[in-house]
């Protein structure tokens, strides 16, 4: 378990957790994507993204699950992978929600990463389906990845959870 995870539950299982925040969380349990936005949109980042293993665990219905894991995604996506722990929990979340892809997402998409080493760059989560300006980070790689491996796709960005096999370096 990572330390901003435990430290992030500690604080909600030992704090008084405010009457709308278990209100809120409790009907987001029983399927109401309302609640599940509300709170989503009134809630600190710390404190959303450690409910995300526990609503996971309870078994949120998947409109409810998908409102918390869009908003903490959006706000601090390293938070919620660090949260996650692992690939496969991440998939797992990711699986649950079920994201629907845009209409038009080609079978087959070339994406870019980049960071400060190769392996860092090809493991990433987020990719770019623009190739970003080579000045973006030390390395900029490239690969071709199927639909299936696409978890979200907002605009430019889409959220790969299986690391694409071939992944070339982009010559600077």
Known sequence: MSCYRADALASILTQPVPARIRVAFAAALRGSTADATALAGTTATRTLVALLPIAHAARMP?????????????????????????????RGWFRHAAFRLPAGTPARLRVWSHGPSYRAAAEAY????????????????????????????????VVVLRAPLGVLAVQK
């Open 126 to 157: 987020v990719w770019s389906v623009g190739r970003p300006d080579l000045a973006a980070g030390p390395v900029v790689v490239t690969a071709m990845i199927e639909r299936s491996a696409v978890a979200l796709r907002d605009g430019q960005r």
């Open 62 to 90: 998947a409109e409810a699950f998908r409102a918390l894991l869009a908003t903490s995604w959006q706000r601090d996506h390293l938070a919620v992978v660090i949260a996650a722990a692992n690939r496969r929990r991440l």
